[in-house]
């Protein structure tokens, strides 16, 4: 009997030692961190990646770094040219291809817009289209055209007709008000960059990045499907 009342006093004994313990770290905080630092380690995964304007994001955006050095050193030995060196960190995006190539070709004299789209999804869950045309007269006038479709079952696009005066030249307030009827998931945008001796550069961007490139000048012509992926790029 009193060896069970001893065992008793020593549980009772280790009990409160132990709710001290916990008291002071709750206390001191260590428990939070603890936990906190547990969780980090359990969603953290270096592989996993989200979904953000339609374009997957989060990955190895160090290796997509380099795979755009690369198919930039690819157009350098197409034109027999060296270029400048860029930094580490540098953006992929057209700006970076042009100060790399500033003083092969020279400064941009001439950059325009072709055309602009936006890939939109309704509260409902439908998608929706927008893209904005434009195109330069003979006299030098650029001239807007706004298109806006409906996406079936089956993935084809359907024209929602609009306004002739949302249509033609249409300003700034008719497109916001157009990208109001859902949440952009996506945007793309394609121009041309004239240089000062008539060599261009016409790319298209996706979501802010450097996607696409044809390169053009008088002996040879140099393209990337996807300027992240060196193989889709042609010399010709």
């Not at 994001?57 to 160090?62: S, Y």
Request: overall charge negative.
């Amino acid at each position: 009997m009193a060896i069970r009342k001893q065992n008793r006093t020593i549980w009772v004994l280790a009990a409160v030692i132990l709710l001290m313990l916990v008291v002071f770290l709750i206390r001191d905080g260590q428990i939070a961190q603890m936990l906190q630092t547990n969780s980090q380690s359990q969603s953290t995964d270096p592989t996993s990646s989200v979904e953000q304007f339609g374009d997957r994001v989060g990955g190895n955006q160090t290796q997509d770094r380099q795979n755009f050095f690369q198919s930039l050193d690819l157009l350098a030995a197409c034109f027999q040219v060296s270029g400048s060196a860029l930094p580490e960190n540098a953006a992929i995006g057209i700006d970076s291809l042009l100060q790399k190539f500033q003083a092969d070709f020279g400064s941009v004299s001439q950059q325009s817009d072709r055309w602009v789209y936006w890939g939109l999804r309704t509260r409902e869950g439908n998608e929706r289209r927008l893209r904005l045309e434009l195109t330069e007269t003979d006299s030098g006038k650029i001239v807007k055209e706004l298109h806006y479709f409906s996406v079936d079952q089956n993935g084809q696009q359907v024209a929602i007709e609009l306004d002739p005066q949302k249509t033609k030249d249409p300003n700034d307030e008719v497109i916001s008000q157009l990208l109001k009827d859902g949440e952009v998931f996506t945007k793309e945008r394609a121009a041309v960059a004239f240089f000062q001796d008539l060599d261009r550069v016409e790319y298209i961007e996706k979501d802010g990045e450097l996607l696409e490139i044809k390169f053009f000048n008088d002996n040879h012509q140099f393209q990337c499907a996807n300027v992240k992926n060196p193989k889709s790029c042609q010399c010709q």
